[in-house]
């Protein structure tokens, strides 16, 4: 019956909701100190009683703004039935990132680009909550606009038919790696019980983030690969910490504990930078990984073609949603770039999971080289938290994308008015 109703959206609600995370120094790194997880929270309603829920992921300060720019978009989205927005879902995409007076804000870039997430996000929701895809159906929702010299469309629904690999995913799960046991902020002790913990639990791949202090780095670094030995996996990660020649002579001073990549070493808009990291440190065996702070599918393409990246880690929150990472996902596939998603902060485990996992049942099939991250923190939050067994995402079982949130937590953490902050000095 669901399938049948058009689901006219006649409300949208953006919530800023934070989390006080810096407090404990959870998601800390050298460029981010004292992140604050937070989200401007989407709720779309529609005349028959579905409802979408999306968010976008932020530190904390400047959600507000964030919220502004979602309430920009909402006249472009309240009205529409939801089979009117996703039989053109191109289209849609278009009408979000395009408007001829809003794109001046981006175009698909920054704040405006985050808030075209959280509404996307809801409206993917919503559709999930109603229906299966086709292939085509999914091609058709991808706007190919600048991306056509690496994909068009015949291209793109060639590689989605080929790969069909669901079983193993619904036994095993999707291989994650965790980021949890070495925030910046955290001291050693702290590094060395939540890594025997983490060990315990079965996880054979850590990150670590470094950038901040040398000596500091080493220390950690030789922590942490004696805890976890020789035959598991350490990335390190610096979050635009460096630049260029600083990156490469640094990154040399820990290839000692043979990091599987450096993650964001320098700005995330230089693309040549990144190539010249990704030559300088091949003969080392350290592969360059970035994309959380990728703006947009075009940046994604450059990188690709310039062979700048070895891990192209797609974002749920900073692309313009499923639309905008499906053509990334393709794009990597063609370059043979294997995909491992950005996913700290508050929400984005969530939704990455569905993403990784469409990459492997229909784009990839591939799990070398392959993980996708997990952290740790928020997800009690949830209506439907992530589920990790052995250190693989197993896939979720509810309709949706994932990012309900429970009331009661969006009341409590509303900012500045909810009782977590009310009585708080920040
Ligand atoms: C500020 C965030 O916690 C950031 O450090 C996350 C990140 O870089 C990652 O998970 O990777
Ligand atoms: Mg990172």
Known sequence: LLDKMLHKIINLTVRDVRFPTSLDQHGSDAMHTDPDYSAAYVVLDTDSGLTGFGLTFTLGKGTEIVVCAVEALARLVVGKCLQEIVSDFRGFYRLLTSDSQMRWLGPEKGVIHLATAAVLNAVWDLWARTEGKEPKQLV????????????????????????????????????????????????????????TDALKSGWTRFKVKVGADLEDDVRRCRIIRQMIGPDNTLMIDANQRWDVAEAISWVSKLAEFRPLWIEEPTSPDDILGHAAISKALAPLGIGVATGEQCQNRVMFKQFLQASALQFVQIDSCRLGSVNENLAVLLMAHKFNVPVCPHAGGVGLCELVQHLILFDYICVSADLRNRMCEYVDHLHEHFTCPVVIQDAHYMPPKDPGYSCEMLESTVQRHQYPEGNVWKNMKK
């Open 140 to 195: 058709s929702c991808i706007d190919f606009r600048y991306i056509t010299d690496v994909l068009t469309e015949e291209e793109a629904l060639d590689l989605l038919v080929k790969a069909q690999e669901e079983d193993q995913m619904q036994k095993e799960g999707y291989p994650a790696y965790t980021t949890s046991c070495a925030w910046l902020g955290y001291p050693d002790e702290q590094l060395k019980q939540l890594c």
